[in-house]
Nanobody, 115 residues
Framework: QVRLVESGGGLVQPGGSLRLSCAAS????????MSWYRQAPGKERELVALIARTGISTNYADSVKGRFTISRDNAKNTVYLQMNSLKPEDTAVYYCNALARAEFWGQGTQVTVSS
């Protein structure tokens, strides 16, 4: 059974930090490109960050470059998203995505940036 379980979301003040985790099971994690997406109310889901299978190559949305860092631990089947200098516009549900021969999604974790 494929599972992607996100954690680490919550309420944080502007300028604060959060670290999201996504624990994967039931598929070949180390062979999958892993990504974080987000969806704000009334908006389409957008790609935030992507990391290649080996972790060497990453890519970020322009809106988060320099503030967010994606990483992975293939030994733990886990992908992370370190989010610093958070802004109110970062408020969204954040989803973990795995892409290999098939595509899988997590259930999402809410991130709210507000004073």
């Amino acid at each position: 059974q494929v599972r992607l379980v996100e954690s680490g979301g919550g309420l944080v003040q502007p300028g604060g930090s959060l670290r999201l985790s996504c624990a994967a099971s039931g598929f070949a994690f180390s062979l999958s490109v892993m990504s974080w997406y987000r969806q704000a109310p009334g908006k389409e889901r957008e790609l935030v960050a992507l990391i290649a299978r080996t972790g060497i190559s990453t890519n970020y949305a322009d809106s988060v470059k320099g503030r967010f860092t994606i990483s992975r631990d293939n030994a733990k089947n886990t992908v992370y998203l370190q989010m610093n200098s958070l802004k109110p516009e970062d408020t969204a549900v954040y989803y973990c995505n795995a892409l290999a021969r098939a595509e899988f999604w997590g259930q999402g974790t809410q991130v709210t940036v507000s004073s």
